[in-house]
């Protein structure tokens, strides 16, 4: 029984990648839904408003905190004013997102709270790829065989033309009716083949991934 009470308190304390940063009397707890946020899946930046209880000296949550405000999520340079809900829950507010780029980015809130001028600008956790939550996790070896092994074909491509050109260069007579210049023209056809189905390859291993 003690070790399922361990379990259970520890399973409750996880610690969030969430910013506060104190307005005037009020707390603005900014963050992502579903940590850690990955690019191209579904997410959603979630703001908390409190302000002290001062009849018990905790924080209480605020409700209707954006009737007078906005938020903006900004990457780079680029920026989207958010579509802020309320939470079922006094003082919790959401916008969905669907990031699709990794890395940093940073919320800005700005406007009126209940008489107090809001304009912060608050960072939240970085993007990261969909590799954090690839299971098994894919290998590279493979696809890097592959590749190494067109760049050897393409390589031995290339050796094969100057070949051809060195050789034609020393034949000054024609065999069979067939003259040097549309031999050299039939062998670099069939090189120009060759060079064909390496490229059909890379496209086909590309689509694989």
């Known amino acids: 029984m003690l070790t399922a009470l361990f379990i259970i308190g520890t399973g409750f304390s996880a610690v969030h990648a969430h910013t ?27 703001i908390d408003i409190r302000e002290p209880n001062e009849e018990t000296g905790a924080y209480k949550n605020i409700t209707n905190g954006f009737r007078s405000m906005d938020a903006t999520v900004m990457s780079g340079g680029a920026s989207k004013v958010l579509d802020v809900n309320s939470d079922p829950s006094p003082g919790h507010y959401y916008a969905k997102i669907i990031p699709t780029k990794i890395g940093s980015m940073e919320v800005k809130i700005q406007g009126e709270l209940n008489g107090t001028p809001v304009g912060v600008i608050v960072p939240i956790e970085d993007v990261e790829s969909t590799s954090v939550l ?53 062998g670099v056809f069939g090189l120009s083949l060759g060079a064909a189905a390496i490229i059909l390859a890379i496209i086909a291993m590309l689509r694989r991934k």
Do not use: H, R
Not at 24 to 29: K, P
């Open 134 to 186: 690839d299971f098994p996790p894919s290998s590279s070896s493979a696809s890097g065989q592959e590749i190494g092994a067109l760049k050897n074909a393409l390589s031995s491509l290339q050796k094969d033309v100057s070949n051809i050109k060195s050789n034609v260069g020393d034949v000054s007579l024609t065999s069979g009716g067939i003259s040097v210049e549309s031999a050299y023209n039939f």
């Open 20 to 46: 506060t940063v104190e307005v005037g009397s009020y707390e603005i707890e900014v963050g992502w839904q579903d940590e850690p946020p990955v690019v191209g899946i579904l997410n959603a930046i979630t």
